[in-house]
């Protein structure tokens, strides 16, 4: 075939060579202009529908990348971005292409505005409205939760809603509030929060309840819950000395189903179900265990000063404890015991 412009004989594109069919052809467009949200909480940039963090510059690259239209039969293989900023707001970006059409390789430039526009990111604004679907409420089964524990499970929920969210940016933690008897979690997953109450059960032995109220009609027409998840937590917790069955033990684990108990005395090692840690009472919880000083040791046994009337008493260890200046006892029936 000829090219009816320049009269070559060559295969033909609408007629015409390739020479003739690529020159000034606009092998790539972009708008005049692209704006670019920017969530003006947490400064997150939306970029083709999605939240993003990026540095402004970068950001810009991408938006303009993405908004990117190719003539038919044009192949891009490689795309390059170089803003240059006017204000603040305003960048032009230059977008370089390298691509592949009707088997040749072809370069294009083409360049657009991108204006940065400020608006709110909806885990944002729900966010800054309180948003939330779930609860956690820790109790203690006894008396007051203790300030350690409520320390630490609150810890605990911040630092895993803290780990999701940094791959799923809707979950969040919407507000912790102390309350008569415990601490009450507030957070925008359901399904979240059901994990996190199972595996504070599973790490503390506690019992769960979920009670669920509907609070509404969602746009779809479905009916939406919040979903509350009590957590009632036992009234011994981890390395308390416990009497069961008559002895006393150091609660050295607790696990899914059961619990580990280590036997004071001669440091016998069992396992208890979770139904039998019911029958556990606490004799002297982990924080209230007496410091005494150590004198002298030996292979299984160490010479302490008695934290009351400072006579020197011996007390068995096991072979592998790692002694130093003090050790934790506890006194049962006037006997003191070594707790591991
Ligand atoms: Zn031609
Ligand atoms: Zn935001």
């Given at each position: 075939m000829f090219c009816v412009k320049c009269g070559k004989e060559d295969e033909t594109y609408d007629g015409l060579c390739i020479d003739c069919f690529l020159n000034g052809k606009e092998l790539i467009v972009l708008p005049q202009h692209v704006d670019m949200e920017r969530c003006a909480s947490c400064e997150e940039f939306r970029i083709s529908g999605h939240w993003v963090k990026k540095a402004l510059r970068e950001a810009t690259e991408d938006a303009a990348v993405h908004s990117l239209s190719a003539v038919d039969g044009l192949r891009i293989l490689s795309a390059g971005a170089l803003p240059e900023e006017q204000d603040d707001r305003n960048f032009l970006v230059k977008v370089d292409i390298q691509g592949e059409l009707c088997g040749r390789v072809v370069t294009a430039t083409a360049e657009t505005t991108v204006r940065v526009k400020n608006s709110v990111c909806q885990r944002c604004s729900r966010q800054l409205g309180n948003y939330y679907e779930a609860t956690i409420q820790i109790r203690s089964g006894t008396k007051e939760l203790s300030d350690d524990v409520r320390d630490d499970t609150v810890r605990y929920v911040r630092d895993r809603i803290e780990n999701i969210s940094s791959t799923n940016r809707h979950i969040f933690l919407t507000k912790v509030e102390e309350v008569q008897g415990g601490v009450d979690m507030l957070m925008s997953s359901i399904s979240t929060a059901k994990s996190l109450a199972k595996e504070l059960s599973d790490m503390y032995g506690a019992e769960t309840k979920e009670t669920a109220k509907l609070v509404g009609i969602a746009d779809d027409g479905s009916n939406m819950y919040r979903v509350t998840y009590l957590v009632r937590l036992p009234e011994y917790?981890?390395?308390?000395?416990?009497?069961?069955?008559?002895?006393?033990?150091?609660?050295?684990g607790i696990g899914k189903g059961n619990g580990k108990l280590t036997r004071l005395g001669d440091f016998h090692l069992m396992s208890v179900r979770r139904s039998q840690m019911n029958d556990m009472k606490v004799h002297t919880p982990y924080n209230e265990l007496?410091?005494?000083?150590?004198?002298?040791?030996?292979?299984?046994?160490?010479?302490?000063?008695h934290p009351v009337n400072y006579s020197t008493i011996d007390v068995s260890i096991p072979e592998d404890a790692d002694i130093g200046d003090t050790v934790n006892v506890a006194d049962i029936d006037d006997t003191l015991f070594y707790v591991p």
């Open positions: 917790h981890i390395n308390d000395v416990v009497m069961f069955e008559g002895k006393a033990y150091k609660l050295s007496m410091k005494a000083t150590v004198v002298s040791r030996s292979k299984k046994e160490i010479q302490i000063l």
